[in-house]
């Protein structure tokens, strides 16, 4: 049996990213495994539910409807999401255990990701998108309506 922690951005699934991650959730737990999802933005999605899933809501709201203010404070680094990581974590077998990162630049910030790399557990992440190479995920100039040409995270993007 495997600890696995599962970390994504809502606890719902409202896109893919979250579809896998409830998914698989729901699945690991199936078949034995004890599974924790943290999710910054509620509800959690009844299927983690019934499946035994632990369900952890940070209990924040997505970073696109804070005000500048508070993108200031909680949309670069979640103090409360690290925490709750870290204390999962700790109370976890770190030879028993793998983190699995879904999603993260909605809610949970890059703060879950530093804290799973600097635990002695395995961190794999699943890229759904382009969020590491483009600020809008998407390789596209929404303002446009075209293909974006510009060169990744350069100054001019």
């Known amino acids: 049996m495997l600890n696995i922690l599962i970390l994504c951005d809502f606890g719902n699934a409202t896109g893919g990213a979250e579809r896998v991650a409830i998914d698989s959730a729901a699945a690991f737990s199936r078949a034995g495994h004890q599974v924790h ?62 983190v699995h990162v879904h999603s993260w630049q909605r809610g949970l910030t890059a703060s879950v990701l530093r804290t799973a790399i600097r635990s002695a557990v395995p961190t794999i992440v699943t890229l759904h998108e382009y969020g590491l190479a483009c600020p809008n995920q998407g390789f596209f100039d929404y303002q446009k309506m075209k293909i974006c040409k510009r060169r990744a995270l350069s100054p001019s993007c």
């Open 37 to 98: 999802f943290v999710a910054a933005i509620g509800p959690a999605a009844q299927e983690l539910i019934d499946a035994g899933v632990h369900v952890h809501i940070v209990g924040m709201s997505e970073l696109k409807k804070k005000s500048a203010l508070q993108l200031v404070f909680e949309g670069l680094w979640s103090f409360k999401a690290a925490r709750l990581t870290r204390r999962l974590l700790s109370q976890l077998d770190p030879k028993q255990t793998v």
